[in-house]
């Protein structure tokens, strides 16, 4: 059995890390005195994970040359639902014909992402979409996608009428109508994340906090949902499911139909094989161990779609499942069993994933075993319950489904400020569990691991002078300015929560003095989602631009839910917030585009001053005339739609630039040219970073 699960463990590396597998696979060979086996099987491995990587990358290349770019009308089948991207939604397609003169004429082309400003369309409709075609090789929800059709329209020509369409989307309306009664609860859209993995109301900052807990796999619908769902499925059968066979053969069919419910994303493809494998051993008289299953699932898996190699998802349920199958017999002879058997099978998946999270998120939960103890029977009553009530159709029963899962939304949002590792942190945990493992060594190795802990988890403090930091958010704006007794001043928070809400926890942000929303503009405020949810607002400054949806509506409302006093300041205002003195130029009218209409700060500290002008273009700033300052924030990412005169007369000792990749040309180089020659020195986040200005030094 430990050689099984030693071979099948080293398969998966060898398809997710290869030198990772080289290397465990040369040790478990070299420990059971296999030496030749070793250097086999490294080779083998390292030999297996490239050709899978190969193959992936050469079919993405041959797709993405097959698409033909230019208008086109297409028709073909939805893959999943739309999602929101910013103000346009997204959906993947496989297309099935193009139209040409009017008539379809067939045309199975790759996968494409779809991207249009509506589409009312579920998975399995056929639909014709009429747009812009061009090839751009990626990925859409994880998944290779050729190229990308900007569509004007979508039309719906018939609805999905595949057996297992059919049934899949009849149970995610099941699931939507029997949560509707209770939506807009962040808990409602939780346990949709339970049943059906379908997190699109969930509040991002939730969604972040689920992953810095460690609590995140719970939506990502896998092994133990898959168990759910076969007992229901079975127990809905009734008498049709009586015997081992009959039961096997259902339950291979429920398998099919929940992959479908949940949109076949690559962790419920696993569970769903690995389960169909032992099921068929069932039907044939063939028993299949748990490592056995994993194993030939992963073989199946990367045999049909070697692109999966890469998927994240994919890979951390890979693992965290292989985790779990070495880790559940850890702490057998510990009493109560049920209690160490769970924290020894999510201490050992936890373990397990720890080198994926540090290669894609750069940060490990220090508590996610005891978080995962706590949460993971929470999550089996919410589950179990809410999707009892939400199918019977019986409300109560959905609503007391949704008390456990609101207790998992607790947990997840106290434990999102619990210490996060870093690649020194885990080496050092490592460390300090195996010199823990020694006796002579274990007083030494929990000093040495506590002030390990202590100096990579805790969070710095305050700076000693007045700083400002302009964050790397990529394409927008989010400005810190950062005081010596605690005081923060933030404007604008960027286009992603996630990206503004790590920034403030790695300075260990918990409060700000003063919000300062220069303009509706999502670059600007769709990072400012749920940021009442994880830090405490004193009051806000806002532009008066509201009325128009999006981003900065959402925000708008966010701060008056939160009882945060929120003023549309005009030119002569000024605020004290610790050192820092903010007064507000401008705007001084009223202007046709909400760039000209941004809030201008002039910010002073320790002798020193800052312009933040928002992203105001040539119109506003001849009306506001050039200004002075030590330092500023260039407006509109460095776009050509300043007027250079007023650049040279504003012109700066630093001129900082927020820019991100893009494809617009920021920051023009003509913009760059007149603030260097004016004598400003010019820096850029894209190529810097954060960039830190302590004025007080300046």
């Not at 346009?88 to 779809?114: C, H, K, Q, Y």
């Not at 133990?224 to 066979?245: K, Q, T």
Request: aromatic content about 4%; glycine content about 14%.
């Amino acid at each position: 059995m430990a050689a099984a699960a030693a071979a099948w463990v080293g398969a998966w590396l060898g398809g997710v890390c290869p030198w990772c597998a080289a290397g465990l696979g040369a040790l478990i060979a070299a420990a059971a005195g296999w030496r030749r086996q070793a250097v086999l099987l490294g080779g083998v491995l390292v030999a297996a994970a490239g050709s899978g990587w190969a193959a992936a990358e050469r079919d993405a290349a041959t797709l993405a040359a097959s698409v033909p770019a230019g208008p086109v009308v297409l028709e073909g089948r939805v893959l999943d639902e739309p999602r929101q991207a910013g103000e346009e939604v997204r959906f993947p397609l496989r297309p099935e014909a193009i139209v040409v003169g009017g008539r379809p004429v067939v045309w199975e082309g790759p996968r494409l992402a779809v991207s249009a400003a509506a589409a009312t369309v579920t998975a399995g409709d056929r639909i014709r979409a009429t747009g812009t075609l061009a090839a751009a090789p990626g990925r859409l929800r994880g998944d290779p996608v050729a190229g990308r059709l900007s569509a004007r329209s979508v039309e719906l020509i018939t609805a999905a009428s595949d057996p297992l369409f059919w049934a899949g989307n009849l149970l995610r309306e099941r699931v939507a109508g029997g949560l509707a009664p209770f939506g807009g609860r962040a808990e409602a859209a939780l346990l949709a994340g339970f049943l059906i993995g379908d997190v699109r109301a969930l509040p991002p900052v939730d969604a972040e906090a689920l992953r810095l807990a460690g609590l995140s796999h719970f939506v990502a619908v896998s092994g133990s949902n898959v168990a759910l769902f076969l007992a229901a499925w079975w127990l809905a059968a009734g008498p049709l499911g009586w015997g081992p066979r009959r039961r096997a053969v259902l339950g291979l069919v429920g398998l099919a139909v929940f992959v479908v419910v949940t949109r076949w994303e690559p962790s419920v493809v696993r569970a769903a094989v690995m389960a169909g494998i032992v099921l068929g051993g069932r039907l044939a008289g063939i028993p299949i161990d748990p490592w056995t299953a994993l194993g030939g699932a992963v073989t199946v898996l990367l045999l049909v779609s070697a692109d999966l190699v890469g998927d994240v998802g994919f890979q951390l349920s890979v693992a965290a499942t292989a985790g779990v199958l070495a880790g559940g017999g850890l702490f057998a002879s510990r009493r109560p069993r049920w209690a160490w058997g769970a924290l020894g099978a999510t201490a050992a998946a936890q373990a397990a994933v720890a080198p994926l999270l540090l290669a894609h998120f750069g940060s490990v939960p220090l508590l996610a075993p005891l978080t995962n103890v706590v949460a993971a029977p929470l999550v089996a009553l919410a589950t179990s319950v809410g999707g009892i009530g939400v199918l019977a159709g019986l409300s109560p029963l959905t609503a007391l489904g949704l008390i456990p899962a609101r207790v998992v939304l607790v947990i997840a949002r106290a434990a999102a400020g619990l210490p996060q590792l870093g690649v020194f942190g885990v080496g050092g945990l490592a460390i300090v569990l195996a010199g823990a493992a020694v006796p002579r060594l274990r007083p030494a190795a929990v000093l040495a691991g506590a002030a390990a802990m202590a100096i990579l988890t805790i969070p710095p403090g305050p700076p000693p002078g007045p700083l400002l930091e302009v964050l790397d958010v990529g394409q927008g704006d989010a400005v810190l300015l950062r005081g010596p007794d605690g005081e923060v001043v933030l404007v604008d928070g960027g286009p992603d929560p996630r990206l503004l809400r790590a920034e403030l926890r790695d300075r260990g942000i918990s409060r700000i003095g003063l919000l300062v929303v220069t303009h509706l503009h999502a670059d600007h405020t769709a990072g400012l989602a749920g940021l009442t949810a994880a830090v405490a607002v004193d009051r806000a400054w806002i532009a008066d631009q509201g009325g128009e949806g999006g981003a900065f509506d959402r925000m708008a409302a966010e701060l008056a839910a939160a009882g945060v006093a929120a003023e549309t300041p005009a030119p002569g205002w000024s605020a004290d917030v610790g050192v820092f003195t903010l007064r507000v130029l401008g705007p001084g009218r009223r202007y046709a585009g909400p760039n000209d209409g941004s809030l201008v700060l002039l910010a002073s500290a320790a002798g020193r001053t800052v312009l933040l002008p928002g992203d105001i273009e040539a119109v506003a700033q001849g009306d506001l005339g050039p200004v002075r300052a030590d330092v500023m924030k260039v407006p509109h990412q460095g776009a050509a739609t300043s007027d250079d005169r007023w650049l040279a007369g504003s012109a700066p000792r630093v001129a900082v630039i927020s820019v991100g990749p893009n494809d617009f040309g920021h920051p023009a180089p003509d913009v760059v040219a007149t603030l260097e020659a004016s004598g400003a020195v010019v820096r850029r986040t894209d190529l810097e970073g954060t960039i830190t200005i302590r004025l007080d030094r300046l």
